[in-house]
């Protein structure tokens, strides 16, 4: 049986994103959105376990907390291989592990389809951005991007706070402090309230998981940082919705206020399987003008798709705008595009007209 190197090595050399490592299985790779068989051998409880305490030991960690908690999320690189994140678990009274294959380099925003309009928000000096999608959609690499153009272009300091760190910066016309969750800090609502206090100039937070995250984040934005996060939501409208909805009823209305004030930017984006067999993003951009701001405060994030979808000339798309690009360009199958779009009966008269 071969060790978690050799598994990961073949993972990176066949262009694998995930490698599954799981009781009663061989050892499975996610390619271009798919699993397959990565090795012959199905693995056995003990199989598991050693493969596992293998990662424990190359990230120098204990396993008391997976043993403990039922689950354990981390990073760890592995000289001359690359950087993962791992999820490990136990399922069915055994161990079981997912690791996410993490690019060593910084990703290029061309090859990954980021458009300019998204890359400019780089150029927003304060407020809140987020990036919405849901799991495996692409934020990670997004935001990533985002950051090293403020990076290369702004001198300031920004801090990260994720969990885990999935793309190292290097220093540039900015200074960069990352921190971990678990490694560097205790929580993201921890961390957040620390940031504050070190002069920061952007702020990216992994995600905005609860009432007091989000609350602390809305803080830091209205308080002269770009506050840059995620959510797992896909639209402008429910990522609104999500928000207010995590506030007791008697505060929502504040909240809207003070949303409408300080929120610059919703980007939502959904990875779509393509002909050749890759994958290859949509994105849905909303830019905050007067008539988004008075639906937020107003309670009407319903009517956003209107000016999403009228907005183009200010560097605004809607997601089946997008989806519908991909379509007629040749990029994705007319099935793949109904699948994803967020009105399918609108979408598909649009396809049988063009």
């Known amino acids: 049986m071969a060790d978690v190197q050799d598994i990961l090595q073949a993972a990176i050399e066949r262009g694998g994103s995930d490698v599954f490592i799981i009781p009663g299985s061989c050892v499975r790779l996610k390619v271009s959105g798919e699993v397959q068989p990565l090795m012959e051998n199905v693995l056995k409880p003990d199989d598991t376990k050693r493969l596992i305490r293998q990662v424990y030991d190359l990230d120098h960690r204990e396993m008391e907390h997976l043993l403990e908690q039922g689950d354990d999320d981390f990073s760890f690189s592995i000289s001359g291989v690359g950087r993962f994140r791992c999820n490990a678990y136990q399922q069915r009274n055994s161990l079981a592990m997912v690791l996410r294959v993490v690019s060593l380099s910084l990703p290029n925003p061309d090859k990954m389809h980021i458009p300019d309009e998204i890359l400019r928000l780089a150029d927003i000096k304060k407020g809140l951005v987020l990036v919405t999608?849901?799991?495996?959609?692409?934020?990670?690499?997004?935001?990533?991007?985002?950051i090293d153009r403020i990076n290369t272009n702004r001198r300031g300091h920004i801090i990260t706070i994720e969990d885990p760190i999935e793309f190292v910066h290097s220093h540039k016309a900015s200074v960069l402090t990352q921190r971990e969750v678990e490694h560097d800090t205790v929580s993201y609502k921890t961390a957040l309230r620390a940031a504050l206090r070190q002069s920061p100039d952007v702020i990216l937070l992994g995600e905005m998981r609860d009432f007091e995250t989000i609350q602390t984040a809305l803080t830091a934005a209205e308080t002269g940082q770009l506050v840059l996060s995620t959510l797992h939501t896909v639209g402008a409208a429910k990522t609104i919705d999500r928000i207010i909805d995590v506030f007791p009823a008697n505060q929502?209305?504040?909240?809207?206020?003070?949303?409408?004030?300080?929120?610059?930017?919703?980007v939502s984006q959904q990875l779509?399987?393509?002909?050749?067999?890759?994958?290859?993003?949509?994105?849905?951009?909303?830019?905050?003008?007067?008539?988004?701001?008075?639906?937020?405060?107003?309670?009407?994030?319903?009517?956003?798709?209107?000016?999403?979808?009228?907005?183009?000339?200010d560097g605004m798309r809607s997601m089946d705008g997008d989806i519908f690009r991909l379509y007629e360009a040749k990029r994705i199958s007319k099935e793949t595009a109904l699948l994803f779009a967020a009105n399918q009966e609108q979408l598909k008269k649009k396809i049988g007209a063009s």
């Not at 504040?254 to 949303?259: K, P």
């Not at 003008?289 to 798709?305: T, W």
């Open 133 to 146: 999608g849901p799991a495996a959609s692409g934020k990670s690499t997004t935001l990533a991007c985002i």
């Open 252 to 266: 929502q209305q504040q909240i809207r206020v003070q949303l409408s004030m300080v929120l610059r930017a919703v």
């Open 272 to 313: 779509l399987p393509t002909l050749d067999g890759g994958l290859e993003p949509a994105f849905e951009i909303m830019l905050v003008n007067s008539a988004i701001q008075n639906m937020i405060r107003d309670g009407k994030a319903h009517q956003m798709d209107n000016v999403i979808f009228s907005g183009a000339q």
